[in-house]
């Protein structure tokens, strides 16, 4: 498990509750976004957009380019 600082935490955040209103403008659900950024349950992205845990790196970068942050 990562540790990140306050800082870190708030910047997370905004990116997670970004992915929230896009994907849900989109239509997707829970389930339907942990395919896109490769998470292991549903569960997990429940929690990331409740402050409750936060994505590992790995999984930031996943979001980010669903976001559009990063080309493919």
Avoid: C, N
Avoid at 13 to 22: E, I, N, S
Avoid at 52 to 63: E, F, M, N, R, T
Wanted: aromatic share 16%; net charge positive.
């Amino acid at each position: 498990m990562e540790k990140y600082s306050e800082q870190d935490k708030k910047a997370i955040a905004v990116l997670v509750g970004r992915l929230f209103v896009k994907a849900k403008r989109m239509g997707y659900t829970y389930r339907q976004m942990k395919v896109l950024v490769k998470a292991r349950s549903h569960v997990t992205i429940y929690r990331w957009f409740h402050g409750i845990s936060y994505p590992s790196q790995s999984h930031i970068y996943h979001i980010k380019k669903f976001l559009g942050y990063i080309k493919v």
